[in-house]
């Protein structure tokens, strides 16, 4: 755990989460990833938590970093999985490795897009998924953690 006796909560960027700003801005929004952690990190604060964040577009990198939360001392984790959501039983399987709670945040509202967005790999091996809120959602899981650990 870092800091002094803070709890600590992990956020999971999945791939393309990276190009947040640039990419669809009427879909995804036009804030970046580093304007969204960069919220995060204040609102964590605020609430007298530490946050470590990190991104990347590889599965294997996302697996390696759950795997990571179960052997550190975190205290939640807070995952959008991004395109990963649709297809990967592995992220899902690392998931269940944890005891902590998990919340699953999307931007958009996956349920109100294409029909193979519909379905989330994921969403059986977290407490909560948020959706449809744009970066508000990551804050929203945040508030939700308050209450959880």
Same mark, same amino acid.
């Given at each position: 755990?870092? #800091?002094?006796?803070?709890?600590?909560?992990?956020?999971?960027? #999945?791939?393309?989460?990276?190009?947040?700003?640039?990419?669809?801005?009427?879909?995804?929004?036009?804030?970046?990833? %580093?304007?969204? &952690?960069?919220?995060?990190?204040?609102? /964590?604060?605020?609430?007298? $938590?530490?946050?470590?964040? $990190?991104? !990347? &577009?590889?599965?294997?990198?996302?697996?390696? @970093?759950?795997?990571? +939360?179960? @052997?550190? &001392?975190?205290? +939640?984790?807070?995952?959008?999985?991004?395109?990963?959501?649709?297809? !990967?039983? +592995?992220?899902? %399987?690392?998931?269940?490795?944890?005891?902590?709670?998990?919340?699953?945040?999307?931007? !958009?509202?996956?349920?109100?897009?294409?029909?193979?967005?519909?379905?989330?790999?994921?969403? !059986?091996?977290? /407490?909560? @998924?948020?959706? #449809?809120?744009?970066?508000?959602?990551?804050?929203?899981?945040?508030?939700?953690?308050?209450?959880?650990?």
């Amino acid at each position: 755990m870092t #800091g002094t006796d803070k709890k600590t909560i992990l956020v999971i960027h #999945g791939p393309n989460l990276n190009m947040l700003g640039k990419r669809e801005p009427e879909i995804y929004g036009k804030q970046t990833l %580093d304007q969204i &952690n960069n919220r995060l990190k204040t609102e /964590a604060d605020a609430l007298g $938590f530490n946050i470590k964040t $990190f991104q !990347s &577009n590889y599965e294997g990198a996302i697996v390696e @970093q759950i795997q990571a +939360a179960f @052997q550190e &001392n975190y205290s +939640a984790v807070i995952i959008n999985p991004a395109a990963y959501t649709h297809t !990967s039983v +592995a992220i899902k %399987d690392a998931l269940l490795l944890l005891s902590i709670p998990v919340i699953e945040v999307h931007l !958009s509202n996956i349920y109100k897009r294409e029909a193979f967005r519909h379905h989330s790999m994921v969403s !059986s091996a977290v /407490a909560g @998924q948020i959706t #449809g809120f744009g970066s508000h959602g990551y804050l929203m899981a945040l508030n939700a953690l308050k209450n959880m650990i």
